[in-house]
């Protein structure tokens, strides 16, 4: 098993979900996924970033990316434990959980760091682009909760800059000005971004949200 690296290509596979066996590249069609490991079911942090992943399903959805969560645990057993999700964090998860019984997604998207612990996942998250590379990876240990405002503010530089030749500054968040590429000579950035540029530095420039 090669390291996946920012750029790759997303491994495909097929697995047994708790919506039944599906194939990940199907499954997210030609939109954005986001793939992200649970140590495993029953477990308190797990639970609460599966209720708040289900609240951000619509944010998400508006971005055009689905969700994919994986355990190591059995589809029966996500199906129970969806159910006290859905009791406990006042919500319905309405995206698959992969049962990674095997570990064969588990080890193609190296999610078992064996010095952490050798049977159960961290918490990776991946995000897909519609091309099925690979735009982020984040590790996180099992006793650290992820910050889904954070992956969706990932998202939306992901998709700023894939379709505008901006960069985003530190603590960026959707609408704030952003920095234009290096590459772009001020007069020429000066063309491009018709809403103006704020020439701090010859390397650091700063422009509105073109998308805002
Ligand atoms: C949890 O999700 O709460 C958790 C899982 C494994 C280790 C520690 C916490």
């Known amino acids: 098993m090669a390291t996946l690296r920012l750029g790759d290509t997303a491994p495909d596979f097929t697995a047994v979900t708790s919506e039944g066996t599906l194939n990940f590249y199907d499954y997210l069609g030609d939109g954005w996924g986001i793939l992200f490991s649970h140590p495993a079911d029953f ?23 689905k969700m994919m969560a994986l355990s190591v645990d059995g589809a029966e057993s996500h199906k129970e434990w969806i159910k006290d999700i859905n009791e406990t964090q006042a919500t319905n998860v309405n995206f ?95 063309k491009i971004f018709t809403k103006g540029v704020e020439e701090v530095k010859p390397y650091l420039r700063l422009t509105p949200d073109p998308t805002a």
């Not at 942090?45 to 508006?62: N, Q």
């Not at 682009?129 to 590790?139: Q, R, S, V, Y």
Request: net charge neutral; aromatic share 6%; charged share 25%.
């Open 96 to 190: 698959p959980i992969i049962a990674d019984e095997d570990r064969k997604v588990s080890d193609l998207y190296d999610m078992i760091h064996p010095n952490a612990d050798d049977t159960l996942t961290v918490r990776s998250v991946f995000i897909v682009g519609a091309d099925k590379k690979i735009k982020l990876i984040l590790t996180y240990p099992a006793s650290t909760g992820r910050n889904f405002y954070e992956l969706l503010r990932v998202v939306d530089s992901l998709q700023l800059t894939a379709n505008h030749k901006v960069a985003t500054p530190a603590n960026w968040k959707h609408g704030e000005k952003v920095v234009v590429s290096p590459a772009i000579p001020t007069d020429e950035a000066k």
């Open 43 to 65: 477990t308190p942090v797990c639970t609460t970033e599966l209720g708040t992943a289900a609240k951000f399903k619509d944010e998400f959805a508006k971005r055009n990316v």
